[in-house]
């Protein structure tokens, strides 16, 4: 069965302190994809990744950053942590491919529930 | 700007009966259309598509359903049953929208609450 493993399913950290996400895929996915989902504002997305060590920015990057140095693992970063980070954090993948109806559809990780205090 | 709407956070339907969940979209380069469930503290989960050249999809007690001019789809649940109660979040794809990843845009998601 394929799969997109979270490390953590929930995480409790300081303010300030650097926290690390981390995702692994085993469905050779080209794309992967972390979002994180709030009540009353749904999935937003935070960084995505196309390609070993290419990332882009996506709606809400501010306070993160992440790390592709491998085509299976995308990792999520936060510099310093913040109360306003307490979220639900998931990660994604999908096959890739521009155009391609088919490879849309993405697989979803169990989410990390991180909560900064 | 939000280019996939579902404009009720929430439905609440009796067990048995016909759940229809709203999506409405802006962007006319979208050419295919998903729906996930999530339930709490789990990820969500894939659970039904639509190509645009379609109208319709069904699968099992699953129906999506595709209104191109309106630019307008629901998924309709029947029967409804307890389990499907959840999150369902509609997302549309342009296959050709920059930044090299096929990203899918994500409605905010409508809570589904199957009573019984």
């Known amino acids: 069965d394929v799969k997109v493993t979270q490390s953590s399913r929930y995480l409790v950290k300081r303010t300030g302190e650097k926290v690390f996400l981390e995702c692994v895929q085993d469905?050779?996915?080209?794309?992967m994809f972390w979002y994180r989902q709030d009540p009353g504002l749904g999935l937003r997305l935070i960084y995505f990744?196309?390609?070993?060590?290419?990332?882009e920015k996506g709606d809400i990057p501010e306070g993160y950053s992440v790390s592709r140095e491998k085509k299976e693992r995308f990792s999520l970063i936060l510099e310093s942590a913040s109360t306003n980070q307490t979220s639900m954090y998931l990660c994604?993948?999908?096959?890739?491919?521009?155009?391609?109806?088919?490879?849309?559809?993405?697989?979803f990780g169990s989410g990390t529930r991180l909560t900064v205090v | 700007d939000q280019q996939v709407k579902q404009n009720s956070p929430s439905l609440s339907v009796q067990e048995g009966r016909i759940s229809i969940l709203n999506c409405d979209y802006t962007?006319?380069?979208?050419?295919?259309f998903l729906w996930y469930k999530k339930y709490p503290a789990e990820g969500p989960t894939f659970l039904i598509s639509?190509?645009?050249?379609?109208d319709k999809n069904e699968d099992g007690r699953f129906t999506v359903f595709l209104n191109k001019s309106a630019k307008h789809l629901s998924l309709h649940i029947v029967p409804s049953q307890p389990g499907d109660s959840a999150v369902y979040f509609c997302?549309?794809?342009?296959?050709?929208?920059?930044?090299?990843?096929?990203?899918?845009?994500f409605g905010k998601g409508t809570h589904l609450i199957i009573q019984p």
């Open positions: 469905m050779d996915h080209e794309n």
């Open positions: 639509i190509s645009s050249i379609k």
């Open positions: 962007n006319s380069m979208f050419d295919y």
């Open positions: 994604a993948s999908s096959l890739g491919g521009r155009g391609l109806s088919t490879n849309y559809g993405y697989t």
């Open positions: 990744s196309y390609d070993v060590k290419m990332k």
């Open positions: 997302a549309a794809a342009d296959p050709y929208s920059g930044g090299g990843a096929d990203g899918l845009t």
